[in-house]
């Protein structure tokens, strides 16, 4: 029977007008090293210039934001947040995105929407100089229902081996640097869902706090900080990218053992999304700072001399704490 599979949930027609589409908008971020063309069943890469390369990689979805991005019927962002996270996380260690794959997996395969999606993806990749070389769309109706999907992405990046930044260099003494976060990032959505609500009202909801809508603070793409370091890399001794657990739990995966950080709040705004939140849920200081980055995207750990070498080139960075030798079981100090 013709069409039977489209009445099943999938249509191939649809998914070849998308992966067109698609091919389009990832060939606009390929660099002379890519071997292979948009639709064939692979990408390659020629890995060359490097004397010892280490290739680093991450992965990582966009989690609940997609509710409120379902929402607000708006599907441009997203894909920016994706690359953006995952480019951080790999960058902690001195790395750079070479290439990039995502995948989406949707309940009804609507061309123009996926091509939002993945637009997103492509202006991310190519501010960054990195190669959107593949990905796949998965059209499955019995997973996801009405406009539902969910969005992950996947990046290899590549640093020289004499040239990794693990933290093993930080001393008491170091200086604690953070670079501003624009709000949530990619995290902390379920909880900020249930204080301010994910449906088209309660998103579109203005509040004096804000300048603006909730939904237009909560849908902030992630902010990319590798163009902002990247020349910096040589004075940097450990960078931890704040997301899920914020400054607790992220920073202590970069010091030493016997070292702990000690922050001073004071040192930055705290952006006004995160101080809503606090207030409508009734939510705990120390909970708020375990759950949201807070307004730190990242932090970047230096020698006190090098300080002002920061702070010439990036007028945001703030001197947000110190390192300090650990006293009882906390990591972290939030004064």
Not at 44 to 67: A, C, H, N, W
Not at 137 to 153: N, P, R, V, W
Not at 291 to 313: K, L, R, W, Y
Request: overall charge negative.
């Amino acid at each position: 029977m013709k069409d039977a599979y489209a009445r099943a949930g999938v249509d191939i027609s649809a998914k070849n007008i998308s992966n067109r589409l698609l091919g389009k908008v990832a060939s606009t971020t390929y660099r002379p090293e890519v071997l292979s063309d948009a639709g064939f069943f692979n990408g390659m890469y020629e890995f060359k210039g490097y004397r010892q390369p280490v290739l680093v990689s991450s992965t990582d979805s966009v989690g609940t934001k997609i509710k409120l991005a379902i929402a607000m019927d708006r599907y441009d962002t997203v894909g920016i947040d994706i690359v953006n996270h995952c480019v951080n996380d790999i960058f902690t260690c001195g790395a750079s995105p070479i290439f990039y794959l995502d995948y989406i997996g949707i309940g009804k395969l609507i061309p123009e929407r996926v091509e939002d999606i993945v637009g997103g993806v492509a202006k991310a990749c190519r501010e960054v100089g990195c190669v959107l070389i593949g990905g796949e769309t998965a059209e499955m109706s019995d997973i996801y229902s009405g406009d539902d999907f969910d969005l992950a992405g996947f990046v290899i990046g590549v640093v020289e081996k004499d040239e990794i930044i693990a933290g093993k260099k930080i001393v008491t003494g170091d200086v604690l640097l953070g670079l501003p976060s624009n709000g949530l990032h990619t995290n902390g959505y379920t909880l900020a869902r249930k204080v301010l609500g994910d449906t088209p009202p309660a998103l579109n909801k203005y509040y004096d706090e804000l300048g603006r809508t909730a939904g237009e603070a909560l849908m902030e793409p992630h902010i990319c900080y590798y163009n902002q370091l990247k020349s910096l890399l040589p004075l940097i001794k450990g960078m931890a990218h704040i997301t899920g657990g914020g400054l607790i739990d992220n920073v202590p995966r970069i010091l030493p053992e016997g070292l702990a950080a000690h922050f001073d709040s004071r040192a930055w705004s705290v952006p006004p999304i995160f101080q809503l939140i606090q207030r409508l849920g009734n939510v705990d200081r120390d909970e708020m700072y375990h759950v949201f980055n807070m307004g730190i995207g990242m932090v970047v750990v230096c020698a006190p001399e090098d300080v002002s070498q920061f702070t010439a080139q990036l007028p945001e960075i703030k001197v947000v704490g110190k390192v300090v030798e650990q006293a009882g079981e906390a990591r972290v100090v939030i004064d």
